[in-house]
């Protein structure tokens, strides 16, 4: 406590100021010049809120009702840091100061969220990346050929579909390239540039053979020949005439 002093003007001493000291109670008189000693209070008792971090449920009402404090609200919440069961977060925070019997509220993790993932076979490819995303997964898209998948659109996926996976989760999207083989079309009569453009937009290289005095030459035979089906990156060969 708090010495202060303090000296009466009137009235009798009160019960032991024949030491110089006092211990006198609200209203006494007291001789002049004795000491009064005055208790403060320093209000109600206050607890230390313990850590519950990484602790079970029971772990923490155990720890709790030991710190004179009791449980309040208990939450569980997906967290893919923390053990399913075991507590991430609390309030009031640790070592916080607080009254007898107060409620102390902790979240406990339920692990890492789990999510079904559907089937994306032969649909969009741009439309299942999108859709991944937004829920959480990390993908990836890898392009293969197919003579049966339109261009775009989702070959196979891995892990397989139509389980449930931790978001998170890593996916690879195979999609179409479109088809491995392509038919040689028909560019005779076309000038070079022109017939040129059009083989390597089916991703077929071109090599040139010219003959003749003429200065506008047209294709005048291709090999492999019209019509002919090649794999995309074939070479051809083209005469100019």
Same mark, same amino acid.
């Given at each position: 406590?708090?010495?202060?002093?303090?000296?009466?003007?009137?009235? +009798?001493?009160?019960?032991?100021?024949?030491?110089?000291?006092?211990?006198?109670?609200?209203?006494?008189?007291?001789?002049?010049?004795?000491?009064?000693?005055?208790?403060?209070?320093?209000?109600?008792?206050?607890?230390?809120? =313990? +850590?519950?971090?990484?602790?079970?449920?029971? /772990?923490?009402?155990?720890?709790?009702?030991? +710190?004179? #404090?009791?449980?309040? %609200?208990?939450?569980?919440?997906?967290?893919?840091?923390?053990? $399913?069961?075991?507590?991430?977060?609390?309030? =009031?925070?640790? !070592? %916080?100061? @607080?009254?007898?019997?107060? #409620?102390?509220?902790?979240?406990? +993790?339920?692990?890492? *969220? /789990?999510? #079904?993932?559907?089937?994306?076979?032969?649909?969009?490819? /741009? &439309?299942?990346?999108? *859709?991944?995303?937004?829920?959480?997964?990390? @993908?990836?898209?890898?392009? &293969?050929? !197919?003579?049966?998948? =339109?261009?775009?659109?989702?070959?196979? &996926?891995?892990?397989?579909?139509?389980? %449930?996976? =931790? $978001?998170? !989760?890593?996916?690879?999207?195979?999609?179409? &390239?479109?088809?491995?083989?392509?038919?040689?079309?028909?560019?005779?009569?076309?000038?070079?540039?022109?017939?040129?453009?059009?083989?390597?937009?089916?991703?077929? $290289?071109? /090599?040139?053979?010219?003959?003749?005095?003429?200065?506008?030459?047209?294709?005048?035979?291709?090999?492999?020949?019209?019509? *002919?089906?090649?794999?995309?990156?074939?070479?051809?060969?083209?005469?100019? !005439?």
């Amino acid at each position: 406590g708090h010495l202060r002093r303090r000296r009466a003007a009137t009235g +009798s001493a009160a019960t032991g100021a024949h030491d110089g000291r006092c211990d006198a109670a609200g209203g006494d008189r007291v001789a002049e010049g004795v000491t009064v000693y005055l208790i403060v209070s320093q209000g109600k008792e206050r607890y230390t809120v =313990p +850590s519950l971090s990484g602790l079970t449920p029971d /772990e923490a009402t155990k720890l709790i009702q030991d +710190s004179n #404090l009791k449980v309040g %609200a208990v939450t569980e919440r997906f967290s893919p840091d923390v053990e $399913k069961g075991r507590i991430f977060s609390q309030e =009031p925070a640790a !070592s %916080a100061r @607080v009254m007898r019997d107060s #409620l102390v509220n902790f979240i406990v +993790s339920k692990g890492t *969220e /789990e999510i #079904l993932v559907k089937s994306y076979l032969g649909q969009s490819g /741009e &439309q299942a990346l999108n *859709e991944l995303n937004a829920l959480g997964f990390d @993908v990836d898209v890898k392009y &293969q050929f !197919s003579e049966t998948v =339109p261009l775009g659109a989702v070959i196979s &996926q891995a892990p397989i579909e139509n389980q %449930a996976l =931790p $978001k998170g !989760s890593a996916i690879v999207l195979y999609l179409s &390239q479109g088809t491995e083989y392509v038919f040689i079309p028909n560019v005779l009569s076309l000038g070079g540039d022109q017939a040129r453009k059009i083989l390597n937009d089916l991703e077929l $290289k071109v /090599e040139i053979r010219e003959i003749g005095s003429r200065k506008s030459k047209v294709v005048t035979a291709v090999n492999p020949k019209v019509g *002919e089906r090649v794999k995309r990156g074939s070479t051809g060969t083209m005469t100019l !005439s």
